[in-house]
């Protein structure tokens, strides 16, 4: 039994097919998490979403910033960009089951890995929050998502403020500063604000501002916190850290890590991508 976790796909289906069959995986005895970000600017965001449907409980997709687009798209909360590529999915026949399914996915996910905790998110995890808060909070926006209010969520979701995490937040407020970090964070403060404006690597953080991840005294440090989202980031595979989006839409690779009997035993697979979008 083996668990492989792979970065944002972004409707690129074909090299996803490749890598699944590169790294034999079997839905009878394998665990597949995608840290996110499942559709959108890749050319096959449709055929994406019933290939990862169809393997069942043995995969599981984080919820990332372009699968909750497709969700505010869907409910009329927000209107499509124009390098969106969600109209197959819109206009699918089978297009509310696989957005049900969609909104029943994780904002986060731990797995305990030989002596170690492994934290799954899409994007950062603010300094202040443990893997315990990340985990509770996560699950605050998912009975959301999951359910009737969905709507009234999506049409409060959108928006950078507040940009600080402060426990007596309620309400859209709460929601709005937990999805954004979930789902967008890259840099931030010591004292975690949130700075979204720097979507660079990780060498150019806005003045007052560093990568979420070296954030000294990070409450998260301990565990190894694995994302994606961040494909000027590149790959970067360290004790705290497993980061994995390489940019495929862009014409970078789609990669997947295997992950062992212990957080250390990591192997890296990776399938080439046809660049489906520019930068910019």
């Given at each position: ?6 970065g944002d796909v972004?409707g ?8 699944l ?5 079997s839905?009878?005895?394998?665990t597949?998490v995608?840290l996110?970000?499942?559709v ?7 055929e ?6 169809r ?7 984080l919820?990332?910033?372009?699968d909750l687009?497709?969700?505010g798209?869907?409910h009329?909360a927000?209107?499509a960009?124009?390098k ?8 699918a026949p089978?297009?509310?089951?696989l957005l049900?399914w969609?909104?029943?996915?994780p904002?986060a ?8 905790d492994?934290?799954?998110?899409h ?7 443990s893997v315990e808060?990340t985990?509770?909070?996560a699950a605050e926006?998912?009975s959301?998502?999951r359910g009737p209010a969905?709507?009234?969520f ?16 309620s ?5 709005r ?6 789902t967008r964070l ?11 404006e720097?979507?660079d ?7 007052g501002f560093m990568p979420w991840f070296?954030?000294?005294g990070?409450r998260?440090?301990?565990a190894?916190v694995?994302?994606?989202?961040w494909?000027?980031l590149?790959?970067?595979?360290r004790p ?7 940019g495929?839409v862009?014409?970078?690779?789609l990669?997947a890590?295997r992950i062992?009997?212990?957080l250390?035993?990591?192997e ?8 489906a979008?520019?930068?910019?």
């Amino acid at each position: 039994m083996a668990l492989f976790l792979i970065g944002d796909v972004q409707g690129c289906d074909e090299p996803l097919q490749r890598l699944l069959d590169d790294i034999a995986f079997s839905p009878s005895r394998d665990t597949l998490v995608l840290l996110g970000d499942l559709v959108n600017r890749g050319p096959a965001s449709l055929e994406v979403l019933r290939r990862v449907q169809r393997l069942g409980a043995s995969a599981l997709s984080l919820l990332g910033n372009h699968d909750l687009h497709l969700l505010g798209v869907a409910h009329g909360a927000r209107k499509a960009g124009r390098k969106d590529t969600l109209q197959a999915i819109l206009q699918a026949p089978d297009r509310d089951a696989l957005l049900d399914w969609l909104r029943h996915q994780p904002m986060a996910l731990h797995r305990r890995v030989g002596d170690g905790d492994l934290l799954m998110v899409h994007a950062g995890v603010l300094p202040q929050w443990s893997v315990e808060d990340t985990l509770a909070l996560a699950a605050e926006l998912e009975s959301v998502l999951r359910g009737p209010a969905l709507a009234d969520f999506l049409q409060t979701m959108y928006g950078n403020e507040p940009a600080r995490w402060n426990a007596a937040l309620s309400g859209s407020a709460r929601l709005r500063v937990i999805v954004n970090a979930l789902t967008r964070l890259r840099f931030c403060s010591a004292e975690g604000e949130m700075e979204f404006e720097s979507k660079d690597g990780a060498a150019a953080a806005p003045a007052g501002f560093m990568p979420w991840f070296d954030v000294p005294g990070r409450r998260t440090a301990a565990a190894t916190v694995a994302c994606g989202h961040w494909s000027t980031l590149g790959l970067k595979s360290r004790p705290d850290l497993l980061s994995i989006d390489t940019g495929c839409v862009w014409g970078g690779c789609l990669s997947a890590v295997r992950i062992g009997a212990t957080l250390q035993d990591r192997e890296l697979i990776q399938a080439a991508c046809p660049q489906a979008q520019k930068p910019g």
